[in-house]
């Protein structure tokens, strides 16, 4: 019986074939890899990026909770006080949201949520509530500018100025992710900012669908005949919404303004059976409007 022996690294095999036999005895060797300086380089470059990763992570996740508190304060309501002369009962009415621009006493908001007579009316006061919960305070507004086109307006407010939310310079693309903040019940429930996180699914015409020709405004047959681009938001807004900013979830700059909800029924039949999509006119119209000052 042929004995084999144990061959390390580099070993050469003894030759045991009987004298005279002229049989070529190859080498054979056991290749082990041993790892070198670029081996564990990339080892550590590796580890150094994953812990970057994991440190980042959580950071990227904090962005919009920090973005929300930075721009709540800019976020007001807006309504009407009610106090007639022949009661001392005071009613409050709110109507929608808006935000604070410029130097800090111009709030833009919706036109539709102005009242009609807003100027008619002396038993009425425009008012801009701002604060939250029980710190909650009104503040006397008037009327500056109006853009009924584009469904906007902008107030001037007294006291104090607040911080102002900024205007965003590109625009979004489709698909891109953005938040709006408002009151979607107005004060119901208190002065309690919600915000809502979603996608804009679209960039289309305005145009309000209607059942026939007959049902058609004059406002929506001269839309339909020159139809803006307005970005469709796969969400679900209150009337309360109405002049909340649509803005970017990192950096808070304003992209655009709630304007309107796609709905089947009337405004009562928004609050059982919303339809989940909200449109929102484009902040360059809002420039427009305060191109002035």
Not at 98 to 115: I, K, W, Y
Not at 242 to 271: D, Q, R, W
Not at 273 to 292: E, F, H, N, Q, W
Request: hydrophobic content about 40%.
């Amino acid at each position: 019986m042929r004995k084999t022996a144990n061959v390390g690294v580099g070993a050469v095999l003894p030759d045991t074939r009987p004298p005279g036999q002229g049989r070529v005895m190859t080498e054979r060797k056991r290749v082990v890899i041993r790892p070198g300086a670029g081996s564990r380089l990339w080892r550590y470059r590796l580890t150094c990026l994953l812990l970057a990763l994991f440190c980042w992570l959580p950071a990227v996740a904090a962005e919009l909770p920090d973005t929300i508190e930075k721009v709540r304060g800019s976020i007001v309501g807006v309504g009407v006080i009610r106090s007639p002369k022949q009661s001392r009962k005071v009613s409050v009415e709110p109507r929608g949201t808006g935000f604070v621009v410029g130097a800090g006493n111009r709030v833009v908001t919706n036109f539709h949520v102005l009242p009609e007579d807003f100027d008619a009316n002396p038993e009425e006061k425009l008012t801009v509530f701002t604060g939250r919960g029980d710190d909650a305070r009104g503040r006397h507004a008037k009327v500056l500018r109006t853009d009924p086109e584009h469904d906007l307006a902008l107030l001037e407010f007294s006291g104090e100025p607040l911080p102002a939310m900024k205007l965003a310079g590109s625009r979004p693309r489709e698909g891109e992710e953005v938040v709006f903040t408002g009151f979607p019940l107005g004060m119901i429930l208190g002065l309690y900012p919600a915000t809502t996180k979603t996608i804009i699914s679209a960039i289309t015409p305005i145009a309000i669908p209607a059942p026939s020709s007959r049902s058609l405004t004059a406002a929506q047959v001269k839309r339909l005949k020159s139809p803006y681009l307005v970005y469709q938001l796969d969400a679900i807004a209150y009337p309360g919404n109405s002049g909340s900013p649509v803005y970017h979830p990192e950096t808070g700059e304003v992209l655009g303004v709630i304007n309107s909800v796609f709905v089947k029924g009337s405004k009562e039949a928004l609050l059982s059976s919303p339809s989940g999509i909200t449109y929102a006119i484009p902040v360059r119209y809002v420039k427009a409007l305060l191109a002035d000052d």
